[in-house]
């Protein structure tokens, strides 16, 4: 995982960066995540162009390629490492108008009673719009 942002109450954002991480995370707070971890590492995958022909060079510059094209994949957690929230932001955590960011708590429940100002944290750092009403998707 990868340090993005602290938020109040002794919380941090960490970004997900490895499959093993995301599954980490499914597993942990009982959702779905790793599949759209998974699904989201393909098509960057297959967005990647080689500057080399040569085949041992071919990799070159595709993990950074990755990272840059996927959306941004991330995890609250406390002080005790305990995952409280889970987010997916646009990719490079830009706005973009044709990407809607999902939050969700543990289960998938509804993770800004208790967990808002820390989605407010992460909305300061990225200067993006991260309200309930376009975010959380399984609203009732």
């Not at 499914?26 to 297959?46: C, T, W």
Request: glycine share 6%; hydrophobic share 40%; aromatic share 10%.
């Amino acid at each position: 995982m990868d340090y993005v942002c602290d938020a109040p109450d002794d919380k941090t954002w960490f970004r997900l960066v490895t499959e093993a991480e995301a599954a980490a995370e499914s597993r942990d707070l009982r959702h779905a995540v790793e599949k759209y971890f998974r699904r989201e590492r393909e098509q960057a995958l297959a967005s990647f162009k080689p500057a080399s022909t040569v085949f041992i060079e071919q990799a070159i510059g595709l993990e950074d390629h990755i990272k840059r094209a996927m959306p941004l994949f991330l995890t609250l957690r406390d002080m005790d490492g305990a995952g409280l929230a889970t987010a997916m932001l646009p990719a490079g955590g830009r706005p973009d108008p044709g990407f809607t960011p999902i939050v969700v708590g543990p289960a998938n429940a509804d993770p800004y009673p208790s967990q808002g100002e820390a989605i407010l944290a992460l909305a300061r750092h990225f200067n993006i719009a991260l309200d309930r009403a376009r975010c959380y998707p399984y609203r009732r």
